[in-house]
């Protein structure tokens, strides 16, 4: 029975790999648990991994530290990938707005942290690490680890604990929050959900088809690619009818004549000016141009073709190839305007609208192959890891402090993650992944994550709480929780007129916290809270590892 006790008891490989296991399996499954309605989810890997290690199990220190960091660096990635394409959109009209509510959120967090270290005399590396459970900012704990270590040359164990203590409240803290929020400002969800249809109703950014008849005489005669130059305005005309002849999709060379008939793709912001230009709207809806142009067909067609990707539709040239032409452009769930240098990425989804063998063969060039995205890139995601540990490694010194800053193994791939996902198809780099693929590397990675901490934290616990101030820790971590939200919750409320769906996106996505978000999206009835969890992420996760770096250099004695 020696093999038993080796395995349990051990340091090889296969005691390591039985541990984690454990520790990952019983987490999960604990996290499915819900209390009033709101489970913790897959971060009770941290507390099975405390409960673990408080009974004596051990990992060795050097294997630990490397799946700790690695389970980050997967996790920090897999995020970037995942919110990169619509970061710089999302600073487009309210966007500023929500990104500078969030920069409130977090700025009056560091703020609360400091006078309660300031009162209290509690070590500024176990107030970060409160602060950090306090608003369940995991790559936060991760930066201040190892800010510290960098710093000491040692760890400092009160770190994680001090999140582990603040997290579990901090969780129920923002449901509460929000609720509270509704009850203060006696917000109607019913109400919410008539104003959301009318700011949908007016949305700038949607695409509009909208039938032209041409008039304008300064027009009379040019070719498309001509009028374009003109206006100067982002817009695409699908289908052209001159006279009663047969109708044609147009193309560059075009020309337009009086009464001649166009259908025109434009957003609402360029919509009128466009017509203007043009000539006058006609009532001739999307069924009567399917009507006379019985031999065209419009389609849907994914972009599967690594040889695409980052190509402009200019030069894919099916208009002149094939007699076709891209109306709209759909990259994750928002329709683009297919302007001639728009660079096709892998996974968009293009509108093509042409004869049926026209489009067969387009579908060729294309790809339209579902089973291609399945798989999967590893080559662009490890570039973009060995690009990120590189950016977090060099150091950054600002006056007056004695260490100089880096981003880390959080921050580092963290920005070369959301660079990537944008720029990278520039450079022809493939950096599109299914969602469950990469959802799949990101719960890896924070579940290796968790389980090393907890697994660092468990050994001393339970005596921090019973002797070391830990239920200190719990109420300081529900003060830097619940102030700074419930602050900016009633600014955006009050001053900047935030629907209450908006809101509670906002309120989620500033404490990076996903529970949160799914009480938010499981009673709004709609993914409003989801898109401004997504707008704020980015920007709230760079500056929760940065502030949580910042506090250990300059205040850590």
């Not at 991994?49 to 199990?57: D, R, T």
Request: net charge positive.
């Amino acid at each position: 029975m020696n093999w038993i006790s080796e395995l349990l008891n051990g340091t090889g490989v296969a005691h390591t790999v039985l541990l984690f296991a454990f520790v990952i399996v019983a987490g999960i499954g604990l996290g499915k648990i819900k209390i009033f309605g709101v489970s913790l989810g897959i971060t009770f890997v941290l507390f099975a991994g405390i409960v673990v290690s408080h009974f004596g199990f051990r990992i060795n220190h050097e294997i630990m530290h490397f799946m700790k960091e690695f389970g980050l660096i997967l996790f920090v990635y897999s995020v970037g990938l995942q919110v990169g394409p619509g970061f710089f959109s999302s600073f487009k009209k309210g966007g500023i707005t929500l990104n500078m509510l969030a920069l409130t959120i977090v700025a009056l967090g560091v703020i609360t942290t400091l006078v309660i270290h300031f009162i209290t005399n509690v070590p500024i590396q176990t107030m970060v690490g409160v602060m950090s459970g306090a608003v369940t900012n995991t790559p936060g704990l991760g930066a201040a680890q190892q800010a510290f270590s960098d710093m000491k040359g040692e760890g400092d164990p009160t770190i994680a604990m001090g999140y582990a203590v603040a997290y579990p409240l901090a969780v129920v803290g923002i449901i509460m929050t929000i609720i509270l929020l509704k009850y203060v400002f006696r917000i109607s969800p019913d109400r919410e959900m008539e104003e959301l249809k009318n700011q949908t109703s007016n949305n700038e950014d949607r695409i509009q088809l909208t039938s032209v008849e041409v008039s304008n005489p300064a027009i009379f005669g040019k070719n498309i690619g001509e009028i374009h130059r003109l206006i100067d305005r982002p817009f695409v005309i699908s289908r052209a009818l001159h006279g009663d002849s047969k109708i044609e999709v147009p193309s560059s060379n075009t020309i337009l004549n009086e009464k001649d008939k166009i259908f025109v793709a434009a957003t609402p912001r360029n919509r009128e000016a466009v017509i203007a230009f043009l000539g006058k709207e006609i009532d001739m809806g999307q069924k009567e141009w399917d009507i006379l142009d019985s031999h065209l067909v419009s389609r849907r067609i994914l972009i599967t073709k690594s040889a695409i990707n980052g190509r402009p539709i200019r030069q894919l040239g099916l208009r002149s190839n094939f007699g076709v032409n891209i109306t709209r452009v759909n990259r994750s769930g928002v329709d683009l305007i297919a302007d001639p240098n728009l660079p096709l990425q892998i996974g968009d989804r293009v509108t093509v609208v042409g004869n049926e063998n026209a489009l067969k063969n387009v579908e060729q060039v294309l790809g339209n192959q579902m089973k291609r995205l399945n798989e999967p890139n590893l080559v662009p995601i490890f570039i973009g890891i060995f690009l990120g540990i590189v950016l977090g490694s060099i150091p950054i010194t600002f006056p007056g402090i004695p260490q100089p800053v880096k981003l880390g193994l959080a921050g580092g791939p963290l920005i070369v993650a959301i660079l990537i996902s944008i720029f990278g198809p520039k450079y022809h780099l493939v950096t599109y992944t299914t969602m469950s693929a990469n959802l799949m590397l990101r719960e890896i990675g924070i579940c290796l994550f968790l389980a090393c901490v907890g697994l660092e934290a468990g050994e001393k616990f339970v005596a921090t709480i019973v002797d070391g101030g830990g239920l200190n820790w719990i109420g300081y971590g529900v003060i830097i929780t619940v102030v700074p939200l419930v602050i900016t919750g009633v600014i955006g409320r009050i001053f900047f007129k935030l629907n209450y769906f908006t809101l509670m996106g906002l309120l989620a996505g500033s404490t990076t916290d996903p529970p949160a978000l799914a009480y938010s999206n499981a009673n709004s009835g709609n993914d409003v809270p989801a898109v401004s969890y997504a707008t704020v992420y980015p920007l709230t996760m760079f500056l929760r590892v940065l502030s949580a770096q910042l506090l250990i250099l300059f205040f850590c004695k």
